[in-house]
């Protein structure tokens, strides 16, 4: 009987974006499984941003900020909020969902066209696009999936319901509705959605941490634009391929 040990740490997650903390769980759980490591992943919540944690990964328990009150940090817990992570592209993420939903339809592929706060004239940072551009992409998406032998069915989430008419009205492809009457928040359902594509994830905008952790999450290609070089993409190592 062999029993593993492992080495106990701690990790104070930010309390932003669903998805920025799946990224800092992403680099933590490789982390972990390389040094032999169990980790505290303390799920953050702000008053701009509570989400619970909907998601779990091997080498990690995730505790809410309240249950993590009764664990008492103490001086011979490492913590790792000083450690520097690198990703290695190709470690394989090991998570599920902590939800059960009854999922029995396909698509070979989802577009997810990030607009509202994303798009911002005035914001000069790569992360952030404009109206023009976004539409541009879309035409560019349209085009590669219409084009593409690959692509039989489609699906769509978006944080603006009004490109799912303009999209769906122009691609020749079978598009598959997604059902949202579960009792699971919409962007754990979104998020959800995004991995569960059979071929690939096309990230129609020039930024999305949701669309790129979810690729890796799925082990994926991230369909996306030349423009995106220029966002923080880069940095995630994500399996990308450009249609423009």
């Given at each position: 009987l062999i029993i593993m040990s492992y080495n106990k740490v701690y990790f104070s997650g930010r309390p932003d974006g669903i998805v920025n903390r799946i990224e800092q769980l992403i680099l933590i759980q490789e982390y972990c499984v390389e040094n032999n490591l169990q980790c505290n992943y303390i799920w953050n919540n702000s008053n701009f941003r509570n989400y619970l944690p909907l998601i779990s990964f091997d080498n990690i328990e995730i505790m809410n900020t309240k249950n993590s009150n009764n664990i008492q940090i103490s001086n011979n817990i490492q913590s790792l909020n000083g450690i520097k992570f690198n990703r290695t592209k190709d470690f394989g993420i090991r998570y599920k969902f902590d939800f059960n939903i009854d999922f029995n339809i396909e698509y070979d592929t989802i577009i997810h066209v990030r607009a509202t706060d994303r798009l911002n004239p005035n914001m000069k940072h790569g992360d952030f696009s404009i109206v023009n551009e976004l539409n541009i992409f879309i035409e560019k998406m349209i085009t590669y999936v219409n084009n593409s032998s690959e692509i039989n069915t489609y699906t769509?989430?978006?944080?603006?319901n009004k490109y799912i008419d303009t999209i769906k009205n122009r691609i020749?492809?079978?598009?598959?509705?997604?059902?949202?009457?579960?009792?699971?928040?919409?962007e754990w359902l979104d998020y959800y959605y995004l991995?569960?594509?059979n071929k690939n994830i096309i990230m129609c905008c020039k930024f999305s941490s949701y669309s790129i952790t979810a690729s890796i999450l799925a082990n994926k290609p991230l369909l996306c634009f030349k423009q995106s070089l220029d966002s923080n993409l880069p940095r995630y190592k994500a399996k990308i391929q450009f249609i423009d």
């Open positions: 769509i989430i978006t944080d603006d020749n492809k079978k598009f598959v509705t997604l059902s949202y009457e579960y009792n699971i928040p919409n991995t569960k594509s």
